[in-house]
């Protein structure tokens, strides 16, 4: 059974930095991608940030210089830094998990506010 065990978010000031951590465990392949969506009040969940299992990333336009993602060399546990956070990244994070190019997992969430 895989389950997604995240940490980290909280408050914070604008331009301040976290960093949130999200271990996978249970039936996972080797070929997956591991990310970190966002969900706002009001509005959609979005992508941040992902990783596959080899390195290669991608990053939304709005996060792109200011959030890195990175993944253990074991492969399972993912991070992202936050730096530079503004208030419009305020929102709820969700780990996702894309198993063997299929089924998709999800994490509990960890809300980030970025409020002076």
């Known amino acids: 059974q895989v389950q997604l065990v995240e940490s980290g978010g909280g408050l914070v000031q604008p331009g301040g930095s976290l960093r949130l951590s999200c271990a996978a465990s249970g039936g996972i392949f080797w070929r997956n991608t591991m990310g970190w969506y966002r969900q706002a009040p009001g509005k959609q969940r979005e992508l941040v940030a992902d990783i596959t299992r080899i390195g290669m990333r991608s990053y939304a336009d709005s996060v792109k210089g200011r959030f890195t993602i990175t993944r253990t060399n074991a492969g399972n546990t993912i991070y992202l830094q936050m730096n530079d956070l503004r208030p419009e990244d305020t929102a709820v994070y969700y780990c996702?998990?894309?198993?063997?190019?299929?089924?998709?997992?999800w994490g509990q969430g960890t809300q980030v506010t970025v409020s002076s």
């Open positions: 996702n998990l894309i198993n063997g190019g299929s089924d998709t997992y």
